[in-house]
């Protein structure tokens, strides 16, 4: 069987510098390409995370409502989750869930990025 690795997490949206902006802003993220002309797009690179952000245009559809069938959200690591959280609320950031415990060992919350992008914090320390 062929082997699979893991490469990146591709975005629309339809204002890619506000969005670009908000992950750097706010989660730190790291320009590593701007690519301009007929499909703009602006490759960020987030905690290890390849993630491409393209201008969506009359052609793309609008999101679904959450919950929905295909990829829901994504998980970033963080060491501290309290640490974590007191700094996204200090910068405004609207939390969905907020942080508790899922089971021995791993802690969680959940953040609403631009678009409505659901993004999952996890703090995980032996049971």
Request: net charge negative; aromatic share 8%.
């Amino acid at each position: 069987m062929a082997r699979y690795g893991f490469d990146h997490v591709h975005l629309r949206s339809p204002d890619l510098e506000a969005t670009a902006t908000w992950f750097q802003e706010v989660l730190g993220a790291e320009v590593v390409r701007r690519a301009a002309g007929e499909a703009p797009r602006i490759d960020l690179l987030l905690g290890g995370l390849n993630l491409f952000i393209s201008q969506s245009d009359t052609r793309v559809a609008a999101p679904p409502v959450s919950p929905y069938n295909g990829i829901d959200h994504f998980g970033l690591a963080v060491e501290d989750l309290d640490a974590a959280v007191a700094e996204l609320k200090a910068k405004g950031v609207e939390f969905t869930i907020e942080p508790r415990q899922a089971r021995p060992g791993v802690r969680i919350c959940f953040i609403r990025g631009p678009q409505d992008i659901t993004i999952e914090l996890l703090e995980r320390k032996p049971a």
